[in-house]
């Protein structure tokens, strides 16, 4: 009988790394389903502005080189509410790391046997989490509400694997200002920025119908280099082509930040 080679420490570590990222990812999402000041602002705000501007809007896809003009407004902004709210939803996520520094629950984690990414990777998976199961609801309530997807499940599959990919560039980017400053009030001073940079975008109106400086910098603005094919994924219909797109750009913004995140977690762990 051939005896079963033994299993080192290598080749446990995967497994074991595995498991903490599951258990952290799981302790995000109920931590942030038990706080309705973390998760409500991503559901209201989105839906609140998808009516006011479906409602004083509804006129401008009559508008002469518009650039869908057999949709409704509402069908155009579902894409804007779906990158609005998982914006609240990613920088909340960062907030809660910052919070984990400040109440000595990451320090706890450091002096335990916790692989370190699991610690960064955890929280993000959590963020992913949430931003699907947003992305999801808020897909179904603009459809009840009479929103059209013309891709039908492909699109919304697709849209969804966007906002997983969107809350982990903003999850990231937010991740690595907690780990370097650790401190919540300047994570949360991000979300403005955030916030001027989706609406200097197309997320509410087409990049093709503005003017000046404003429509130069929302032309060179990633949110509409993200926004514009997924919208045409749920306005147009499924092409693999503009999945690809929609998901290559998303992709890439994630791993840069992504890697901006591991770096500073590295410095503190690092620090003395």
């Not at 790391?97 to 706890?108: K, P, T």
């Not at 699109?155 to 937010?174: C, K, N």
């Not at 401190?183 to 503005?210: D, G, N, T, Y």
Request: charged letters at 10%; a neutral charge; hydrophobic letters at 55%.
């Amino acid at each position: 009988m051939t005896a079963a080679p033994a299993r080192g420490p290598e080749t446990a570590a995967a497994p074991r790394a595995l498991g903490q990222v599951a258990a952290l990812s799981w302790r995000s999402l109920v931590g942030t389903s038990r706080q309705p000041a973390t998760w409500a602002p991503g559901l209201f705000f989105p839906f609140m502005l998808a009516a006011v501007y479906s409602s004083q809007f509804s006129k401008a896809v009559d508008l002469p080189g518009f650039p869908f003009p057999d949709i409704t407004f509402l069908d155009y902004v579902l894409i804007a509410a779906v990158v609005q709210g998982v914006s609240f939803g990613a920088i909340s996520g960062g907030t809660n790391l910052a919070l984990d520094i400040e109440s000595g629950f990451m320090d706890r984690l450091l002096s335990a046997p916790v692989s370190r990414p699991a610690i960064l990777v955890g929280r993000l998976g959590g963020a992913m989490g949430y931003a699907v199961v947003q992305a999801t609801l808020l897909l179904v309530v603009f459809t009840i509400m009479g929103a059209d997807i013309a891709g039908g499940i492909p699109s919304a599959l697709a849209v969804l694997v966007v906002a997983a990919l969107l809350a982990l560039a903003l999850g990231s980017l937010a991740s690595a200002i907690a780990l370097r400053s650790g401190s919540q009030e300047v994570v949360q001073s991000v979300f403005p920025l955030v916030f001027v940079l989706i609406f200097v975008s197309s997320a509410f109106f087409p990049v093709s119908l503005m003017e000046g400086w404003y429509g130069e910098i929302a032309a060179k603005n990633p949110i509409t280099w993200v926004v514009d094919p997924t919208r045409r994924l749920v306005v147009v219909g499924f092409d693999a082509g503009d999945a690809a797109e929609a998901v290559a750009i998303t992709a890439g913004l994630a791993a840069a930040a992504l890697a901006v995140a591991f770096l500073q977690l590295r410095r503190r762990v690092a620090a003395p």
